[in-house]
């Protein structure tokens, strides 16, 4: 993948999450902390159903795609036994939408049932439309999908407050609707040649067994994390209130900046190191990325704890925990990329199942955390529980891998990551009390990281330059 491809991939997280910094102020201020607890368990009832409803098949399309001759027939091999069981599932809980919706948000609301098992169907299809562009390594379009609907989530919710709808929970998930539509549609405009191709094409039932056998086990393995994921939002909805799971959605929010890296990289990560397997590229150049990547999480939890401050003077003052609770919150995404680059054996030699073993020793750590912390703590409890659970889910990945594929060094992987989370940890427990500001301690650090990472980023700087230095030249020819 080219570096002008990189950069296309890079910027719909990045200017996702511009728009992200600039929405989630708005929507708090709009919006009470009981109705964005609510839109929290709508996105996580909504990424349950879409890691159940794929079946796994999504990861086979991305597995599968450089070795398939007619990659249209992958495509509906695919998505088409998970379009059958989204519309088997929907006939038979529509009997049960009042009390799906009472259960989920608290309301009696039927038509609070009709807008989730709308945004379940429209994301279940974007999530494969989605896979088209990356896999194709559009990055540009790919990003442009990602853009969209969070600038007119925005604009939404400006029209709200300018024309004064009424600010209820209602009213915010038909702007949530809206927006997911707006990328499906775009979706589909980008992919329409493959999709042609696609309904137009055979299917064998042996290719869809064949698929299965790959996907079957991640959907365990998918539920999983979607449990390890989830957890803290289940808990503080029933252990809880939806104003300290309105605390948690914002600060989850917050911490998608660091959902920039996670983006970028796993969108990239997965095409290229499949592609490096099938030319039988050496593996000691993913040993070497993993250095990088850790670097970078390193890196990004020290500017976290050198700015989240910043957060107490955009978001109105219930929210004023927020800036310690992002320090945890950030441990999600950053600790899931570096084990993108760390379990990536088990995907080479096929052993899915392991994945599923590793995510549930991860799921029950966070689910016994959150059950002794949330009631006494709420959303502290709850990102404490999560940050510490996704140091579980790393580890136990990373030595998963080393297992079935090959042993490599893990030692500094260790020490790094269990020192950002424990630092983390003591900075939210014990921040709002400490005898000196936290930033200062993160100050500290910063040397120490540096040194500690100078030969990567010596690397880095040189890949960059010399990156820069034949764009030059290429301009000046073509000049």
Same mark, same amino acid.
């Given at each position: 993948?080219?570096?002008n491809?990189?950069?296309?991939?890079?910027?719909?997280?990045?200017?996702?999450?511009?728009?992200?910094?600039?929405?989630?102020?708005?929507?708090?201020?709009?919006?009470?902390?009981?109705d964005?607890?609510?839109?929290?368990?709508?996105?996580?009832?909504?990424?349950?159903?879409?890691?159940?409803? !794929?079946?796994?098949?999504?990861?086979?399309?991305?597995?599968?795609?450089?070795?398939?001759?007619?990659?249209?027939?992958?495509?509906?091999?695919c998505?088409?036994?998970?379009?059958?069981?989204?519309?088997?599932?929907?006939?038979? =809980?529509?009997?049960?939408?009042?009390?799906?919706?009472?259960?989920?948000? /608290?309301?009696?609301?039927?038509?609070?049932?009709?807008?989730?098992?709308?945004?379940?169907?429209?994301?279940?299809?974007?999530?494969?439309?989605?896979?088209?562009?990356?896999?194709?390594?559009?990055?540009?379009?790919?990003?442009?999908?990602?853009?969209i609907p969070?600038?007119?989530?925005?604009?939404?919710?400006?029209?709200? $407050?300018?024309?004064?709808?009424?600010?209820?929970?209602?009213?915010?998930?038909?702007?949530?609707?809206?927006?997911?539509?707006?990328?499906?549609?775009?979706?589909?405009?980008?992919?329409?040649?493959?999709?042609?191709?696609?309904?137009?094409?055979?299917?064998?039932?042996?290719?869809?067994?064949y698929?299965?056998?790959?996907?079957?086990?991640?959907?365990?393995?998918?539920?999983?994390?979607?449990?390890l994921?989830?957890?803290?939002? &289940?808990?503080?909805?029933?252990?809880?209130?939806?104003?300290?799971?309105?605390?948690?959605?914002?600060?989850?929010?917050?911490?998608?900046?660091?959902?920039?890296?996670?983006?970028?990289?796993?969108?990239?990560?997965?095409?290229? &190191?499949?592609?490096?397997?099938?030319?039988?590229?050496?593996?000691?150049?993913?040993?070497?990325?993993?250095?990088?990547?850790?670097?970078?999480?390193?890196? =990004?939890?020290?500017?976290?704890?050198?700015?989240?401050?910043?957060?107490?003077?955009?978001?109105?003052?219930?929210?004023?925990?927020?800036?310690?609770? $992002?320090?945890?919150?950030?441990?999600?995404?950053?600790?899931?990329?570096?084990?993108?680059?760390?379990? $990536? /054996?088990?995907?080479?030699?096929?052993?899915?199942?392991?994945?599923?073993? !590793?995510?549930?020793?991860?799921?029950?750590?966070?689910?016994?955390?959150?059950?002794?912390?949330?009631?006494?703590?709420?959303a502290t409890?709850?990102?404490?529980?999560?940050?510490?659970?996704?140091?579980?889910?790393?580890?136990?990945?990373?030595?998963?891998?080393?297992?079935?594929?090959?042993?490599?060094?893990?030692?500094?992987?260790? !020490?790094?990551?269990?020192?950002?989370?424990?630092?983390?940890?003591?900075? !939210?427990?014990? /921040?709002?009390?400490?005898? =000196?500001?936290y930033?200062?301690?993160?100050?500290?650090?910063?040397?120490?990281?540096?040194?500690?990472?100078?030969?990567?980023?010596?690397?880095?700087?040189?890949?960059?330059?010399?990156?820069?230095?034949?764009?030059?030249?290429?301009?000046?020819?073509?000049?």
């Open positions: 993948m080219t570096l491809k990189i950069i296309g991939f890079a910027l719909g997280p990045i200017a996702g999450a511009a728009f992200g910094l600039i929405t989630v102020p708005v929507v708090a201020w709009a919006f009470s902390a009981d964005l607890g609510r839109l929290n368990i709508l996105q996580v009832t909504q990424s349950f159903c879409l890691l159940f409803l !794929v079946l796994g098949l999504d990861q086979a399309y991305v597995r599968e795609y450089h070795e398939s001759k007619d990659r249209a027939s992958l495509l509906k091999a998505f088409a036994p998970g379009f059958v069981l989204l519309v088997i599932s929907s006939i038979l =809980i529509i009997g049960f939408k009042t009390e799906v919706a009472l259960w989920l948000f /608290g309301m009696a609301n039927p038509t609070l049932f009709w807008l989730t098992l709308a945004s379940v169907m429209v994301s279940f299809s974007s999530r494969f439309l989605s896979l088209i562009l990356r896999m194709q390594e559009r990055g540009l379009a790919f990003s442009l999908s990602q853009i969070k600038a007119l989530l925005l604009v939404l919710i400006g029209v709200i $407050v300018w024309i004064d709808l009424p600010r209820n929970f209602s009213t915010l998930v038909w702007a949530f609707l809206a927006s997911l539509i707006s990328v499906a549609v775009v979706y589909i405009w980008n992919t329409r040649s493959l999709l042609r191709a696609a309904l137009k094409s055979n299917i064998e039932r042996e290719r869809i067994y698929l299965l056998r790959f996907g079957a086990p991640l959907i365990f393995s998918g539920l999983a994390y979607w449990g994921s989830a957890t803290s939002s &289940v808990a503080l909805r029933s252990l809880s209130t939806f104003s300290e799971l309105g605390v948690y959605a914002v600060t989850v929010s917050i911490a998608g900046v660091a959902a920039i890296f996670q983006s970028i990289f796993t969108v990239v990560w997965a095409p290229i &190191v499949y592609k490096w397997v099938a030319e039988g590229v050496d593996p000691g150049r993913i040993d070497k990325v993993g250095r990088h990547v850790l670097g970078a999480v390193c890196a =990004i939890f020290l500017a976290c704890g050198l700015f989240s401050w910043m957060a107490e003077y955009f978001l109105p003052p219930q929210y004023s925990a927020v800036k310690y609770l $992002v320090l945890c919150a950030i441990a999600q995404p950053l600790l899931y990329t570096l084990s993108e680059v760390t379990c $990536v /054996g088990i995907g080479i030699s096929r052993r899915t199942m392991l994945t599923v073993w !590793v995510t549930l020793l991860a799921l029950c750590a966070n689910v016994l955390l959150c059950w002794w912390l949330v009631p006494l703590y709420g409890g709850a990102v404490i529980s999560n940050a510490v659970a996704y140091l579980v889910f790393f580890v136990a990945r990373t030595e998963a891998s080393a297992y079935v594929w090959r042993p490599f060094p893990r030692v500094r992987l260790y !020490v790094f990551t269990t020192g950002a989370v424990a630092l983390a940890v003591f900075t !939210v427990a014990l /921040g709002p009390s400490a005898p =000196i500001h930033s200062i301690v993160w100050l500290a650090l910063t040397p120490l990281i540096a040194w500690s990472f100078r030969a990567e980023l010596k690397e880095m700087l040189t890949t960059g330059r010399v990156a820069w230095e034949r764009r030059t030249q290429k301009a000046g020819r073509a000049i």
